[in-house]
């Protein structure tokens, strides 16, 4: 079957400092690739998409500056989180799915403390 | 932007009891795809239920949603509660079919099957 294996789980990163995470899709072609954040009280928020061969489309309010991502292949990408702060706490979530599929394979997702 | 609304916090109920949580969204796509996600506790949100066809009734593991675009829904029943169905739930938005779109998840509701 398909799986999004996500990690690390948490990671404690001291502020201004950065921190990667990692995404590997198993099972299936991951086509695309989209990071999303959940800060505390709220729901999942698209930091930006990732297509094979197309440029990185991030959303508003987040930038590549400050979250670079990398998608090699059809199996791997990584996000990293620059300068970290304590705004940047929260869940960040992998989500992967194969070309003309509409279902979304997710990772466990990373949980990013600030001190 | 696209946005969805769903029943917030935390909805307690009883085993053998019907579960019924609302969805409704906003969007200016004609033929927008709506999803069901559930996720239990430290797993990844997985796909529960989805539709794109205007008033087709969809159904799996006993769950089951209709999408009315005249009422922009997509309401989740279930007739019979199941301890097992505790967790949370996010009701989800996407513009089309292609690879790349982006979801817009709903706050996400906590559904708690006490016996």
């Known amino acids: 079957g398909a799986l999004v294996y996500q990690y690390p789980r948490r990671t404690i990163c001291k502020s201004g400092t950065s921190m990667r995470m990692e995404c590997q899709a198993v099972?299936?072609?991951?086509?695309?690739v989209a990071w999303y954040r959940q800060s505390p009280q709220k729901t999942f928020e698209l930091i930006a998409l990732?297509?094979?061969?197309?440029?990185?489309?991030?959303e508003q309010n987040f930038t590549q500056e400050k979250f670079p991502i990398s998608h090699p292949n059809l199996s791997f990408s990584s996000m990293t989180v620059l300068n970290a702060y304590l705004e940047d706490r929260g869940l960040y979530l992998c989500g992967a799915r194969d070309r003309g599929n509409t279902e979304v394979f997710f990772g466990k997702g990373t949980r990013l403390t600030v001190v | 932007g696209d946005s969805v609304t769903q029943t917030e916090g935390l909805v307690t109920l009883t085993e053998g009891l019907p579960v019924m949580l609302n969805c409704t969204y906003q969007?200016?796509?004609?033929?927008?795809?709506l999803f069901w996600y559930v996720q239990h506790l430290n797993e990844s949100p997985r796909l529960l239920l989805k539709s794109f066809t205007d008033n087709k009734r969809t159904e799996h593991q006993g769950f089951h949603a209709t999408l009315h675009k005249s009422s922009s829904s997509f309401h989740l029943q279930k007739s019979s509660a199941q301890l097992s169905d505790s967790a949370l739930y996010y009701c989800?938005?996407?513009?089309?079919?292609?690879?790349?779109?982006?979801?817009?998840f709903g706050i996400g509701t906590r559904v708690l099957v006490r016996p």
């Open positions: 969007t200016i796509y004609s033929n927008p795809f």
């Open positions: 990732s297509t094979v061969n197309s440029a990185i489309k991030y």
């Open positions: 099972g299936f072609q991951a086509t695309s």
């Open positions: 989800a938005l996407s513009a089309s079919n292609s690879a790349g779109n982006k979801l817009t």
